[in-house]
């Protein structure tokens, strides 16, 4: 059987906050353990070839938390995004970083740091990481359509000019979405652009999954047939 063509996955890293729970440790401990698990999973993707990982950090609806939950995750994702260790990360790895969301809903601060993360890496070309902060997948095609409505374009609107005024404009669609925890649902999550995809929704917790889960995940994807809706 031939391989199937896997360039970008989609990754929903659900979970941090049961972990954490179970465990008996702060909310925080859940969160914090998930980001280094991430960055773990960035360099196993890169080194099996993925060429685009997009990630569901922070969803539109994720502002209904606690404050202090939100507070948190948005201090954790701007040391993340500006900690000179990861900066040396990104360029050594080659690793193209962008934020998609409502950028302009974020804090100043971080504001400029998804500003600089963004001009830093441009130019790298091996890995093209996706952040989703302040992402919905029903914005995501609203804003496609607003933007298509505002450039006053004079033609039939059609499946290829939303796609390329979406936030992903320019990459290939997820092959695989892979969502971790046992939960089995989108959550508003590239709606869109998943049409075709494959999903693993996968039984462990974010911060207990490892290496090997993915490659019993990508093993498995190869082993599917894909119709692509034929």
Not at 143 to 154: G, L, M, V
Not at 160 to 175: R, Y
Request: hydrophobic share 35%.
């Amino acid at each position: 059987m031939e391989k199937n063509i896997l360039n970008h996955i989609g990754l929903i890293p659900d979970g941090n906050r049961r972990w954490a729970k179970e465990k008996n440790l702060p909310l925080f401990k859940g969160h914090l353990n998930g980001l280094k698990n991430f960055i773990k999973f960035c360099m196993w993707c890169k080194d099996r070839g993925i060429k685009i990982l997009t990630v569901f950090c922070f969803s539109t609806e994720n502002w209904k938390r606690t404050d202090k939950e939100v507070n948190y995750l948005m201090k954790l994702f701007e040391k993340y995004l500006s900690n000179k260790k990861n900066l040396v990360r990104f360029q050594k790895n080659e690793i193209k970083v962008k934020i998609i969301g409502q950028k302009e809903k974020l804090s100043k601060s971080l504001q400029e740091t998804i500003i600089n993360i963004e001009k830093l890496t441009k130019n790298n070309k091996k890995l093209y990481l996706n952040l989703a902060i302040n992402y919905g997948g029903r914005w995501d095609i609203l804003q496609a359509i607003q933007k298509i409505i505002n450039k006053k374009i004079n033609k039939k609107i059609t499946e290829d000019l939303v796609e390329q005024n979406l936030s992903t404009a320019g990459l290939l669609a997820p092959d695989l979405i892979i969502r971790t925890s046992r939960e089995q649902r989108f959550s508003n999550f590239l709606l869109w652009q998943s049409a075709y995809s494959e999903f693993c929704f996968y039984k462990k917790y974010w911060p207990d999954f490892t290496e090997k889960d993915l490659d019993k995940i990508l093993k498995n994807y190869n082993s599917r047939q894909r119709r692509f809706g034929k």
